[in-house]
């Protein structure tokens, strides 16, 4: 016979008892509340089951978006309609593509109009536009066949001098930044680059490609130096570290530590100051706390303490440093989407509101408000809102509407022990919402290790770091990381001499001259 399962909750439990205590002995009623009270356990296990695995599956396939959906006013295009424009990007967004100027096959300026023949061309300012695009391989190569003379009589041989454009190296300095970009900017494993280049016929070994990715960061480590540097300066810093695999330190113990620590990851730290924005990576057997203890022992005496953006878990913060401690709205945030499923109209109230508060940070944005501006307008338009949350959850647990530890009781709690901090950017200026910035950095490092795995070595793990500290710091600047590596080569001596000169955001004017 099929029965159909009945959900109730905890309310509904305790009144089915109460009802039936007085028609029922006291042994048959304790059978029965232990039935009851058995039944929601396994009913909550259930609910955190789900909830686990749904947890899993996104750590394994990712997760699409946290987004709410909503809905779209407005028709739809019609089948067959065609978008205006050519695509998504201009001509102006191809920096990296060559330009070629081509004059009108039969017209010159100033000649007659051909169509009324009473007016004169004249060269517009705008020249008509036409991208096309073409492939190659990453590391192009070029065989120079220089003639040889043999005299008949003394057998002396005499052999044409190469040209100057193909210099001195096998390699050139493109050739090692390229290397570089791709492996460390686009996460590309140097054997799968190795087999890419043999099946173009341009064979470069792994090993190789290695060697010559060694050399170029013992030509540009003063740049990353000087980039942690300037980075300890800053006014607002994001950390946050994920895990990573370095063979070499794997099962060994770190001496330095009062305890044995197995763990490995890859710390990513954002600073933030005037609006120019550095990211470095370290990988070892420190948290991001000790991290960024390290990168705030460079800091000049008398700055004011740093705001410091990141989740409430204790190994991102240090004893070492004193910082204005800001916890990320979107951890909170993501607590409840997790559990929206098996509590749809608590967690929907919630959103709603944390949606809202999103809504007018993206409008401080756009109208481009001061700090100050900014710190004012949250604190009329979002103040309200996150207050009147703050007394939802707590009349939640106060008047028992939620199982504490349910997974919504846990969300619940979680924004409140962490509220001051999760709500720093209603009392102090600059004050981040989220860790966002942080997350979306560290998937450089997520990348290596999806398409890679680990790293070999300790050294391995710092090139590493070197390189997406640069290139992901050349990213934020909308700088190409392919010229800035480059450049950095060329002019090797002064950047020894003087690495402020060459960070990604003034390298142009030291190696670039002027347009005329």
Request: proline letters at 4%.
């Amino acid at each position: 016979m099929k029965v159909d399962p009945i959900e109730i909750n905890g309310e509904e439990a305790q009144a089915l008892l109460e009802r039936v205590q007085s028609v029922l002995t006291d042994e048959d009623f304790q059978i029965i509340k232990g039935l009851v009270n058995t039944h929601l356990l396994l009913g909550q296990a259930v609910r955190e089951k789900t909830t686990s695995i749904k947890r899993l599956l996104k750590m394994i396939f990712g997760i699409k978006t946290e987004k709410k959906r909503k809905k779209r006013s407005g028709s739809k295009k019609q089948k067959g309609e065609k978008a205006q424009g050519h695509g998504r990007k201009s001509a102006k967004d191809y920096t990296g593509a060559g330009t070629v100027a081509i004059e009108h096959q039969t017209l010159q300026h100033c000649d007659p109009c051909p169509a009324c023949e009473d007016g004169r061309l004249y060269r517009q300012q705008t020249p008509g536009v036409l991208v096309r695009i073409t492939g190659c391989a990453p590391l192009q190569g070029t065989i120079y066949e220089m003639e040889k003379l043999r005299c008949n009589i003394c057998g002396k041989i005499f052999t044409a001098d190469p040209p100057p454009e193909a210099g001195t190296e096998k390699y050139d300095k493109t050739a090692s930044a390229m290397l570089a970009v791709l492996r460390y900017g686009s996460g590309l494993p140097l054997y799968r680059l190795a087999g890419l280049q043999a099946n173009l016929g341009i064979p470069l070994a792994a090993s190789t490609a290695w060697d010559l990715s060694e050399k170029l960061a013992d030509r540009v480590y003063p740049a990353f130096d000087e980039l942690v540097r300037k980075a300890a300066q800053g006014e607002i810093f994001h950390n946050d570290d994920t895990t990573m695999k370095v063979l070499e330190m794997m099962g060994i113990n770190t001496a330095t530590e009062k305890s044995s620590r197995t763990g490995i990851f890859t710390t990513g730290i954002m600073s933030i100051r005037d609006n120019c924005k550095i990211a470095i990576f370290f990988t070892g057997s420190k948290h991001a706390g000790e991290n960024l203890a390290s990168v705030l022992a460079e800091r000049r005496q008398g700055l004011d303490p740093p705001i410091q953006m990141c989740d409430a878990l204790s190994r991102n913060t240090s004893e070492d440093f004193q910082t204005i401690l800001a916890n990320c709205l979107t951890h909170g945030r993501r607590y409840f989407v997790e559990v929206s499923d098996n509590f749809p109209d608590e967690c929907e109230h919630v959103l709603e509101i944390l949606g809202e508060v999103y809504h007018n940070e993206a409008t401080a944005v756009k109208k481009g408000l001061t700090p100050a501006q900014r710190l004012n307008f949250h604190k009329k338009q979002s103040k309200p809102l996150m207050d009147d949350l703050h007394q939802w959850l707590e009349d939640q647990l106060e008047q028992k509407n939620v199982e504490p530890n349910s997974g919504l009781g846990k969300a619940i709690k979680y924004m409140l022990k962490h509220w001051e901090e999760l709500t720093l950017f209603l009392r102090v200026e600059k004050a981040p919402l989220d860790n966002n910035i942080c997350e979306r950095a560290l998937k450089k490092a997520i990348l290596h290790r999806k398409n890679s795995l680990f790293y070999k070595t300790a050294h391995g793990a710092y090139i590493g770091d070197l390189f997406m500290s640069l290139i992901h710091t050349c990213s934020l600047a909308q700088v190409n990381p392919f010229e800035y590596l480059t450049a950095l080569q060329k002019d090797k001596a002064d950047l020894f001499a003087n690495p402020h000169r060459w960070l990604p955001w003034n390298f142009h004017e030291n190696f670039i001259s002027p347009a005329p």
